[in-house]
């Protein structure tokens, strides 16, 4: 393995996307002065399931798929997507005023949250197997 592959630059990448896209989700609720109170009833009805769909596949990448990865690089594709389904669906709430706004809206944060890049930094057991679910940084 080369010295490239332990380059700390993967693990920088993978830390500034998620940084990026969860202080988006963040920041942009006090940016633009969005309340997340309900203003009224909202007839949202059958539409909530564009902001609980994309939810819940980034909350199964990220808890099925991407732990079974072997390789860096679609790994970090799949981290990419989730991320994007998760911050898609915060921005669904902000902007469409579903019912329960502020719960789904703490629930995006969470799904966001789930997707801090611990499972990137390289941990080794005494095998020399990666103990991480196969995704290093060293790996791909």
Same mark, same amino acid.
């Given at each position: +393995? ?11 990448? %993978? %830390?500034?996307? /998620?940084?990026? =896209?969860?202080? @988006? *989700? !963040?920041? =942009?609720? *006090? ?10 009833? #909202?007839?949202?009805? /059958?539409? !909530? ?8 596949? &980034?909350?199964?990448?990220? /808890? =099925?798929?991407?732990?079974? +990865?072997?390789?860096?690089?679609? &790994? ?6 989730? !991320?994007?389904? &998760? @911050? +898609?669906?915060?921005? +669904?709430?902000?902007? !469409?005023?579903?019912?329960?706004? &502020? ?5 995006? $944060? ?7 890049? *611990?499972? $990137? =930094? ?16 060293? #790996?791909?």
């Amino acid at each position: +393995m080369n010295s490239d592959q332990r380059s700390p630059a993967k693990q920088i990448i %993978w %830390w500034l996307t /998620w940084v990026v =896209l969860t202080g @988006d *989700l !963040l920041l =942009l609720p *006090l940016l633009l002065r969005i309340g997340l109170s309900n203003r009224g009833a #909202s007839e949202f009805g /059958w539409r !909530l399931i564009f902001v609980v769909l994309p939810l819940a596949v &980034a909350i199964g990448i990220r /808890w =099925l798929v991407l732990p079974r +990865m072997g390789s860096t690089i679609p &790994a970090f594709f799949l981290f990419l997507a989730g !991320l994007i389904l &998760a @911050d +898609m669906s915060g921005l +669904m709430v902000l902007f !469409l005023e579903p019912p329960y706004r &502020a719960v789904l809206y703490c629930l995006c $944060v969470v799904g966001m949250l789930q997707f801090i890049p *611990l499972f $990137v =930094l390289k941990r080794q057991h005494h095998s020399g197997l990666p103990t991480n679910g196969g995704v290093s940084a060293t #790996s791909g």
